[in-house]
């Protein structure tokens, strides 16, 4: 896959410190010397391509309110399925298929514990599927962020 230089910085310079305006995609325009559409318009084909699963804040879950770690055992035929119904919650996040009896994790974040559980509860109704939940006992810092060294030749992705 080939990226544009625009595409590239952003990747690169926003994975952390995306700015917290009401223009973001304005500021960063100004801040890379283009055009705040064609900053919108690259953020879109990286999504459209799946370089971005989102945009958007990652906050510290015992401020936020309630969090948790969730995952359901899926046949194995209905995991695309199943992950669409699960990914139309506003409060789901890092949604991903393992190799598991439990298949599919992803971790809800809502206002409260009451919130939280009427959530999980509004999952397996859509799903048909119990949901397993995983509370966090201990909290770790992980920063994700890297920088993609893209002068390399492109990687082939392998397909499931």
Same mark, same amino acid.
């Given at each position: ?10 990747? +690169? ?8 305006? *009401?223009?973001?995609?304005?500021? %960063?325009?100004?801040?890379? $010397?283009?055009?705040?559409?064609? /900053? ?9 391509? +799946? ?12 401020? &936020?309110?309630? *969090?948790?770690?969730?995952? %359901? ?6 995991? =695309?399925? %199943? ?11 890092? $949604? ?6 439990? +298949? ?10 009451? &919130?939280?559980?009427?959530? !999980?509860?509004?999952?397996?109704? /859509?799903?048909?599927?119990?949901? !397993?939940?995983?509370?966090? #006992?201990?909290?770790?810092? %992980?920063?994700?962020?890297? =920088? ?9 992705? !392998? #397909? $499931?």
């Amino acid at each position: 896959m080939q990226f544009t230089s625009l595409q590239q910085s952003l990747i +690169n310079r926003y994975q952390k410190g995306f700015p917290l305006t *009401s223009q973001p995609f304005k500021q %960063i325009a100004q801040e890379l $010397n283009t055009d705040e559409n064609e /900053v919108i318009a690259a953020f879109n084909q990286l999504q459209q391509d +799946n370089v971005l699963s989102r945009i958007g804040p990652v906050f510290d879950h015992k401020k &936020a309110g309630a *969090s948790t770690l969730a995952a %359901i055992a899926v046949p194995i035929d209905q995991l =695309d399925e %199943i992950a669409e119904r699960v990914n139309k919650f506003e409060q789901v996040n890092h $949604n991903y298929a393992r190799e598991h009896t439990y +298949n599919l994790w992803f971790v809800v974040t809502d206002s409260d514990w009451l &919130a939280l559980n009427k959530t !999980l509860e509004e999952i397996e109704q /859509v799903t048909g599927l119990a949901v !397993l939940v995983l509370p966090m #006992e201990a909290s770790y810092h %992980i920063d994700l962020s890297f =920088d993609v060294d893209f002068s390399q030749a492109p990687v082939k992705r !392998l #397909e $499931n």
